[in-house]
């Protein structure tokens, strides 16, 4: 039986200049039997015109989906957590925890550190 656990998220970082946002874009995580998904994207732009920053913002609902109901998925230290990718951006998540349960409902802070842009390294 599967059970389904939704819980807040908010998953933030940084992304490469001259990524065009994807509004229709839904992240999907995936670690080990973990399936992890994230909804409403946005994309926020800070800094100036020469030196844009973009910052990747994923506010809404996560759905942690497991034979058990519960369950805990770690990182280990300087490993990658999870990836997910669209559009030629692979994002890797680093050193995050999250701790599922059934009766909790709180809010869980995802960041990531790491983002390459395949397109571009495919060009090197």
């Not at 409403?40 to 015109?49: N, P, Q, S």
């Not at 942690?64 to 997910?84: D, K, M, S, W, Y």
């Not at 999250?98 to 709180?106: D, F, T």
């Amino acid at each position: 039986m599967t059970c389904l656990t939704v819980l807040p998220v908010k998953i933030s970082g940084t992304i490469p200049q001259g990524y065009v946002p994807n509004p229709l874009f839904c992240p999907k995580i995936v670690c080990n039997e973990h399936h992890i998904f994230a909804t409403d994207l946005k994309i926020r732009k800070t800094g100036d015109d020469v030196f844009p920053i973009y910052k990747l913002e994923v506010v809404g609902h996560i759905i942690i989906q497991n034979g058990f109901g519960e369950g805990t998925v770690e990182a280990l230290q300087n490993r990658p957590f999870a990836q997910f990718e669209s559009d030629g951006i692979t994002a890797i998540i680093w050193d995050c925890v999250i701790s599922v349960g059934l009766s909790e409902a709180r809010s869980i802070d995802l960041t990531f550190n790491t983002i390459t842009n395949s397109f571009e390294e495919q060009m090197i």
